[in-house]
């Protein structure tokens, strides 16, 4: 079960990760989408407070593709990703 302070958690690192997606001029725009999409997945599933193990499975795959992706030309961007896989590992997601 999610405490409040892991959703939280969630929530800040998500907000950051638009932040990070909307400053960056160098990210392709399917790699944005991508990820926007990842985040708008994360907040929906949030808000019902039960995501499904298939959608979990392919969104923690698709962020761990990004982080692949990202990891030399965009550390910053990279940083957050991680921080948001341990976030939903911590959550069982």
């Known amino acids: 079960m999610r405490t409040i302070m892991q959703n939280e958690k969630l929530r800040v690192t998500l907000t950051e990760l638009e932040q ?3 400053a960056l001029e160098t990210v392709d725009p399917e790699s944005r989408q991508s990820l926007l ?3 708008q997945e994360i907040r929906l599933g949030l808000d019902e407070d039960r995501p499904t193990a298939a ?3 392919s969104l923690i795959a698709n962020l761990t593709h990004s982080v692949e992706k990202f990891e030399i030309s ?3 961007l990279t940083s957050v990703l991680g921080r ?4 939903l590992a911590q ?3």
């Open 20 to 22: 990070q997606l909307r």
């Open 37 to 39: 999409n990842a985040v």
């Open 91 to 93: 959550m069982g997601i």
């Open 55 to 57: 959608t979990s499975n």
């Open 74 to 76: 965009h550390p910053t």
């Open 84 to 87: 948001l896989i341990d976030i």
